[in-house]
């Protein structure tokens, strides 16, 4: 069992492996398209390349959803925001039978996980119920502490996301220069 201390990252592995997989493919059609555009500069391949650009930026937000453990707190990283949690915050850990992982909070808010959304895979598996026990064990922990705090948002990062974000925008306008 881990440290209270430490932090633990709980996340499915198949978004882990989808998430490499699908950049790389996505990757490699970029350099080839870029490779193209060497010999022609027509709008079509810059088109092509703002498309895989796009693509891997919404795999990295969506595949990289993830609930990190901390020694005070829960962080839920969802596509677009961060919740932080503390554990003296939260009032029942709900997650399981094919359903989405969430968190009520004392104050009666939900917080969904969209790395522990519903799926036909998890009622075979079983992923969403183990990441639920592993919090509930935090949680259990971290109310015997007395650290009082607020739940709070932020606007989560993705440096890979963001970048092939800024990267398709810019594709994207000089295709439409170029003519597609």
């Not at 592995?13 to 398209?33: Q, Y």
């Not at 060497?38 to 810059?46: A, F, M, S």
């Not at 932080?84 to 992982?101: D, F, K, N, W």
């Not at 990062?157 to 800024?166: G, P, Y």
């Amino acid at each position: 069992m881990p440290k209270q201390h430490e932090d633990e990252v709980l996340r499915r592995t198949s978004f882990k492996a989808l998430s490499c997989v699908l950049t790389v493919v996505f990757g490699l059609v970029v350099v080839g398209l870029l490779v193209s555009l060497t010999h022609d500069l027509k709008g079509g391949p810059t088109s092509g390349v703002a498309a895989c650009l796009f693509t891997i930026a919404l795999v990295r937000r969506l595949l990289s959803s993830r609930i990190v453990l901390d020694s005070s707190a829960v962080e839920v990283v969802n596509p677009l925001i961060t919740y932080r949690v503390p554990y003296s915050s939260i009032a029942e850990v709900r997650g399981g039978g094919g359903g989405t992982l969430n968190l009520v909070t004392r104050a009666g808010d939900e917080i969904y996980s969209t790395g522990f959304g519903g799926s036909v895979i998890d009622n075979f598996v079983g992923s969403t119920e183990r990441a639920a026990e592993r919090i509930e064990q935090r949680v259990k922990r971290g109310r015997r502490g007395t650290q009082q705090g607020s739940v709070t948002k932020k606007f989560t990062v993705s440096w890979i996301a963001d970048l092939c974000t800024a990267g398709a925008i810019i594709c994207a306008v000089t295709a439409g220069v170029l003519g597609v």
